[in-house]
Structures are given as C-alpha cells and as structure tokens.
C-alpha cells in the first residue's frame, strides 16, 4: 500500500477502531500488533468496550491492560507502529456507541448505566442520564478525542429515528464529540458523511474488526483514517485530528474534503506536456504516471480535443503511465489547461473532486534525449523521487 506524501505533511495509514479478546473480540492485543505491521499501518488504537466483558472468566477486568499488552509488543516488533490508548462507549440508547482516544486510565470510565456485562449486554432498566453522560465527561477530563461510531446501526433501538440526538447536541456543544465514522467495516455511510459536513467533525473509516481483518479484505485493502501530520508521533497524530486533516480510504474511495482531497491527488500525480509532431500536424502529449495504489477514475477535459477516451474518461491506474494525445492545437499554446474530474474521490456526499492543472508545453525532445530518458527509466525501477529533473518519462 503505498500513499504519497503531501505538501507540508505525511500520510500515515490507521485505524482507531478494533477489538480484541478483552471485551468481544476473538483475537489477543498481540495479534492486532502483528496484523497492523503486516498491513503496513502507522498507528491503531484498541478500542475494548468498557461495559462488555466477553471472558470475564478468563481475562479479569482491567481495560489497561489491552493497551499494555499491545504496546509491548509494538516496542519489540512494531516496526514504529504507534499504539494509542482507547476504549468504545457502548450503551444502547442515545448517544449509542462512540468511541475515546488518547485515553489516559480506561479503568477510570464509570458504567454506571450497566446492570451486568458479563458475557451479556444488561443495561439497567432505566439509566438516567448522568450515568450515560458520566464516562464521557471522564473522557473528556482526561483529554480524550472522542468521535461517534457508525451512526444509524440502530439496532439497539430501532423506534429511534434521530440519528443526531439531542444528547449528540449536547456533546457536541460540549466540546467532547469531535469526530464521526464515515466508513465503518469498508462500509461507506452516507449519513454520517452529512453530518461530518454538517457539524464540521473530522472524518474517520475503520475496521471495528473483532477477527482476523485479512479474511474479509483478502481481495482489497482494509479500511482506514488517512492522517495528514507534521510528523509520525502521537502528539502529531491528535493536533491532526483536532483539525479535521483525515481522509477516509474505503475500497478504491478517497473521502476527503477539498484541501486534503486536491493535495493527496496531485501529490500523487507526476504530470508533464510536450510537443510532437505526427504527420506534419503538432500534437500535446501529455503523461501522467499515478505513483499512489489508488486507481483513479477521472474524466479530463482541456481547451483542445482530447483523442481516444470517449468524454475523456480513463483509468490511472497504480503505478503506471497513462497518455493523452491533445489535438487541433493549430495556436501552438506554450501553456495547456487540463482539467480532472475525479469521480473515486468525493469532496461531500454529492460532488467529486474538481481539479484544474495548468501545464507548461515543453519542445518537442530529440531522439537522442528520447533514448536517454529510455535508458533512465530502464535503469531505475522506481519512478524518479524528483520528476522535475527528467523532463519526461517514458515507460
């Protein structure tokens, strides 16, 4: 999985939503460690609901150790994978299940709102509202960042129709629920992405995986937050999430919105034009090799006929060079607008992402530089890390 770098920032791959043999998950903190390094995340977080116990046999209570454990083992064969500590709020009544992290004592979390989570999930009949509000102003004292999970999976209440209560209202006026799942499961949720527009919340797609990940995203990749940080750490990750730099990454989806959505898509891009000439009629030629592993499926358009792609439509696919051929360039432009609708990478819930490249046109090249660009490229495997000091590349 490889995802550029933007301007200013590095992308790193995580997941804040995953559980393990602590509360209902089948695997152990280890495993989760093991699964991320073999992913290649940069970061997760082992969110264990505190008000379920799974083996209480077992595995005595102490939602601490989940962390500790993994965090062990991130220092010894976590290859710099950052482990950040958290916990799921679970109650089946408003505000429903959200998630806290950058937790600093789990344990310090009160489930007054349960009667019993051993091995089952037995709320008290009547949970007053302090005891529902309880764990999340704990979170909040503790300086946690806490987001909503899958809203509209109602299926602890299905009478209830209001995705956003009142008490999500009040949570968020708080100052305490910042974030909201966008994709949960490699499910994309449409509602949820309206109200990370709505209510401004920084968007999150996780596994909220309770097995083995690889055995449902065999055939693709597993889901994840894209953070944009200043650097791989921590402190760097929250002051991103704090000011909403996350993409989803869902299937072959981007989610983002427009600043991110514009730089991780030209980030990924080496683009450049040149004249040529084809039976005495001057063409652009335009290349553009995708250094990312998203496929993205655009439709270009420019001031002059694009050849070959019915509406301009294409594929750029990972780690490939795709051409455009512009024709009926009878002015001989020194500049060519190339403009790119990117229909895998959504803006808002009901607009793609819209990009515009003004491109200078060099000269066309000579057939000795044609044959040293050949030989650069045969000779480096990769893509050249500074495409601005090869004036084409020819693959």
Known sequence: MSLPDIPGFVTLKCDFHLHTAFSDGHVWPTFRVNEAVRDNMDAISLTEHIDYEGAPDEIQRNYNRSYEIALERAKTRGKG?????????????????????????????????MKSGKKQFVMQDKPTKEQLMAPFLEAQKQGAFVFYNHP?????????????TSFHQELYDKGILRGVEVANSGRYNIIAHRLAMKYNLTMFSNTDEHYDAYARYEK??????????REKSEKAIREALDTRRTAVYVDDYIIARQPEAEALFKASLSINARYATRNGEKIIVVSIFNRSSVPYRTRFSADHDIEDYPLGELELK?????????????????????????????????????????????????????LKIMRYNAHHANPPKRPDDISLIER
Do not use: C
Not at 152 to 164: L, P, R
Not at 318 to 336: E, G, Y
Not at 344 to 369: G, H, K, M, R, W
């Open 318 to 370: 990972p780690f490939d060079t795709t051409r455009l051929t512009i024709t009926a360039v009878w002015n001989k432009p020194d500049r060519q607008k190339l403009k790119a609708v990117v229909s895998n990478i959504a803006v808002t819930p009901d607009e793609p992402l819209q990009i515009e490249f003004l491109l200078p046109v060099a000269d066309e090249i000579s057939a000795i530089d044609s």
């Open 220 to 229: 693709t990749h597993r889901p994840m937050t894209l953070v944009f940080a």
């Open 152 to 164: 509209g999976y109602s299926w602890w209440d299905k009478k209830d129709t209001n995705i956003f």
């Open 81 to 113: 994978l950052l482990i950040i500590k958290g916990a799921e709020i679970s109650p089946r009544v408003p505000p429903y299940h959200n998630n806290a992290i950058f937790l600093k004592d789990i344990d310090a979390l009160p489930i007054g709102y």
